[in-house]
DNA sequence: CTGTTAGCGCGTTCAG
DNA sequence: CTGAACGCGCTAACAG
């Protein structure tokens, strides 16, 4: 049972003052007498007086919260973004909501809701990969409340963003797989739907034009993430009448799936066959032989978000949309070159 | 720039009608005529109204939102048990507000006040490795708000807490080393100040015991888990004119990384010396050999601590503290046994 | 320096 | 079935 918490009228009826000098006192308010101020200081610490943030909101229509939405966490990803961001926000004032997707549209809606009915100042995003309709941020956007997207983007909003350069990590780490010998080499891409798999794709592709390596359509496959599903066609892959010399993977979880597959059929790495991924997960550093992979700047995502979003709120009017990619460095390790 | 967000006077206005009405409709009150019910509806579709919860919170001052509060967020434990907790929450209606105090007590303080600010309805907390002391807790209590601490509990405050026998869990890791033949079995400890390195000391200490192995001071060593510190500690001991033939290791963690330290020194795990970890982090299965640990069940740990905390919030009066102590697994893995 | 008053957005009496 | 009035806790504007 919540018994009444003080209010600052408590704490005016027990000294005989006014609820606003009592107000004052608290907020630091020059016009006090300071006398009554340390009575006042003195009374609140005696009571165990906690200002109620939900009122103050209410009269300012500022929260000083932010929301934001990640589609997991129990990867390093998105977890060291999130402390990224707060580093940032915390210093400006601005307390963070974290809510969890957990890769469902549905309550990736139901989280934007609350945080609306909460009236969160601003919103950092990274969607799930189901997310086709964007209704619920837009939403907002129209409200004068900044979004700011960063990792998984919503490319037909016009709002600031914060990704790295799939397109040339990707393309970094086949030119590397090309450059130690490798030709046939086979993607595990992720889902159409996020643009971080079309460009880790696209990076892909281009590489292998650049070096004049002809696609085989058979290399290729996107799949939804799921490791089960990565254990399949990594299987299928090395089931091929003539199997890849190479895997490039999506992410770093799908790589260190394809390695453990391809020791269980007792494959040598790299020898047979060479494995990137993508992320730099604490994990490819573990795994035996280490995860060739591309790292990202895993807290500065989180912290440039964070600032974009600052710059979004301290605009008077709504502010030009910016958008930053941040480069991304292959980190080479045993799993390409022995 | 945030614009006017609507209100149930704005729907009130265009439609002729009052905001008694209005507001009736929305919450879905029977004494409304069905017509003007569906009028209400529409007009907040269309201007994508959202109810301010902070209106209503200070209202009925109840927030139906929980705080958490982790240490960190980093390996997958908390994430793992926050998601837990949160399945169970968000069935009874509980929006969830997650704080990360960085195991820095300061910011658990003032993330134990910003959470007492906005008025959660209840608390979950895993406090730093550096709290003693608790009263930014005690407030909590003393106001009638329910706090259920997990994991890392407060031994002093009677409160609903939920761990794991961490005592078994140790005595049977040590047990097993002992029926696999070491016999200069070291521990890496965790700091005194919590009690589960003081349970897992315990258990390690008594499973010595049992067996009638001498205790050897040299082999027991207390640390702040900081990875470089662990570093140090196990060369230490691998240093030793009698280095130990075995190592419990508080954490998995602190166990991956004596791995790392003893196969770069060129031992063989486990014929040189034997680790076991505690947590079942999903690296120890990653690493090579495998590590053996001891398995909590983490979404379990979550899901306990919100039934705790729900059974107390239903409570009229402030009910009764209960303990939850769930059991824990010894996973043998290629670290222990060849 | 201090007190009085108004109102943030809402649900809830109490009258019609 | 509907409207008017009140108050949750607080800050700000206005008067002393």
Chains 1, 2 share one sequence.
Do not use: W
Request: charged letters at 20%; aromatic letters at 6%.
């Amino acid at each position: 049972m919540q018994q009444h918490l003080p209010t600052i009228v408590d704490i005016a009826q027990q000294l005989g003052i006014s609820k606003s000098t009592v107000s004052r006192a608290l907020t630091g308010h020059p016009n006090v007498n300071s006398k009554t101020r340390q009575r006042v200081l003195d009374l609140a610490e005696q009571l165990d007086y906690q200002r109620n943030q939900l009122a103050i909101s209410l009269l300012t229509s500022q929260t000083r919260t932010i929301g934001i939405i990640v589609p997991e966490f129990l990867s390093f990803f998105f977890p060291k973004v999130i402390i990224g961001a707060q580093e940032v926000l915390a210093e400006a004032g601005y307390n963070v909501v974290i809510c969890h997707s957990n890769e469902s549209y549905e309550t990736e809606v139901t989280n934007a809701r609350a945080l609306m009915a909460s009236r969160v100042d601003g919103l950092l995003v990274s969607h799930t990969k189901d997310t086709r309709n964007f209704d619920h941020f837009r939403i907002f956007q129209r409200k004068g409340i900044p979004v700011v997207f960063f990792n998984r983007v919503c490319e037909d909003m016009s709002v600031s963003k914060v990704t790295v350069d799939d397109y040339e990590g990707a393309f970094r780490a086949v030119e590397h797989l090309i450059q130690t010998g490798r030709r046939r080499i086979a993607h595990l891409a992720g889902p159409d739907s996020l643009p971080n798999s079309r460009h880790r794709l696209n990076g892909y592709r281009d590489a292998l034009r650049h070096y004049q390596i002809p696609e085989e359509a058979e290399l290729v496959i996107s799949y939804d993430l799921t490791l089960e599903k990565a254990n399949i066609y990594v299987n299928h892959l090395l089931n091929l009448p003539q199997p890849p010399d190479a895997l490039f993977a999506v992410n770093d979880p799908t790589a260190i799936e394809a390695l453990k597959v391809i020791k269980g059929r007792g494959l040598r790495i790299p020898d047979d066959i060479a494995i990137v991924g993508f992320s730099n997960d604490p994990a490819s550093a573990l795994v035996e032989p280490g995860l060739t992979t591309v790292a990202q700047p895993v807290s500065e995502i989180g912290q440039q978000s964070a600032r974009l979003l600052l710059r979004q709120l301290a605009a008077e009017a709504a502010a030009e949309p910016e958008t930053v990619i941040l480069p991304t460095e292959l980190i080479v390790r045993s799993s390409t070159v022995g």
